[in-house]
């Protein structure tokens, strides 16, 4: 499916990879033309990367990735080989398991660095977290802005494309050991220090949001109160695995999301470690079981 977000110079192709971690599916967008960059362009499909190509109106340029997993990144090489495309991203993230096997760029990226077409400028922006490795760029129009205005009378509208450092209408995993709860909480306050700030968010998952502030308000509270519910899990049950206290904090939980809820409770554990909150025996070891501090 073929989407134009409502703004004009960004498009959004949907990748058919339904699933309870993808959503609807992996958001691949394209932003400017005729010089065009294609931003995560999802799973290796020969039909939705056709859809890509012609959906473009124009040559892309630069197939960018947001982070190496393999629902953003798995169709990235050939995009960009069909397309005559440099590929640009982070260096992959791991584990293994996670990543593209072909995910190999033509070059890094990391925060700070800006790639641009002709209208349109997108700056890397460093927002580890969700995985080791991960960028958000933020859009911005050189010549005019996303909704026709000139860039520079203050009509510009800034839209933050942001893989899966922000979903629209559901929580990031955050999943060790590839994932790290403090980094991701600190990327959230990155998202909130940009100045000038984002009007937009364009997530890797789901529809687009307008209240940014509000979204990063209820991530932030969200994460703390998971947290809150993990130490009292802690404290009540004296000593627990991962696994343990998936039961307690996520009682009403689908059978397929276990694991990667398992995987963000050892996440959420870690980060209480390093704080001095929790401890264990080994923290690198993902059935080790945990006392409160």
């Given amino acids: 499916m073929t989407e134009g977000p409502g703004q004009v110079g960004l498009r959004r192709v949907l990748a058919p990879n339904p699933s309870p971690m993808t959503g609807r599916g992996t958001n691949t967008y394209l932003v400017g033309g005729p010089d065009v ?14 859809r890509v190509l012609r959906a473009a109106n124009g040559a892309i340029r630069y197939v960018l990735v947001t982070h190496s997993h393999r629902d ?20 992959p993230s791991g584990p293994p398991e996670h990543d593209s096997p072909g995910y190999a760029p033509d070059a890094l990226l990391a925060g700070g660095d800006v790639v641009a077409v002709p ?16 960028l ?51 990327s959230l306050e990155a998202v909130r220090r940009l100045d000038p700030p984002v009007d937009l968010v364009a ?6 949001v307008e209240d940014v502030v509000a979204m990063l308000d209820s991530y932030v509270a969200r994460r703390l109160e998971r947290e809150s519910e993990l130490v009292a899990a802690l404290e009540l049950s ?39 909150r929790a401890s264990t025996t080994d923290p690198d070891d993902p059935s080790s079981r945990w006392t409160p501090v």
């Fill in 238 to 276: 004296g000593a627990a695995s991962p696994e343990e206290l998936v039961a307690l904090v996520y009682p009403a939980l689908s059978r397929g999301l276990a694991g990667a809820a398992r995987l963000q409770v050892w996440a959420h554990l870690r980060k209480l470690h390093d704080e001095g």
């Fill in 37 to 50: 960059v294609a931003v995560d362009p999802g799973p290796d499909d020969d039909a939705h990367l056709g």
């Fill in 72 to 91: 953003h990144a798995e169709g990235a090489r050939r995009l960009a080989d069909r397309s005559g495309a440099l590929l640009l991203g982070p260096a």
């Fill in 136 to 186: 958000c760029f933020v859009l911005e129009p050189t010549g005019r802005d996303l909704s026709g205005g000139v860039a520079g009378d203050g009509s510009a509208r800034r839209v933050l494309l942001s893989g899966d450092h922000l979903l629209g209408g559901t929580s990031t995993v955050v999943a060790a050991p590839g994932g790290d709860m403090a980094a991701y909480l600190a």
């Fill in 119 to 134: 209208g349109w400028r997108l700056s890397a922006l460093d927002t580890p977290g969700h995985c080791a490795q991960h």
């Fill in 203 to 208: 997530p890797g998952h789901g529809e687009l």
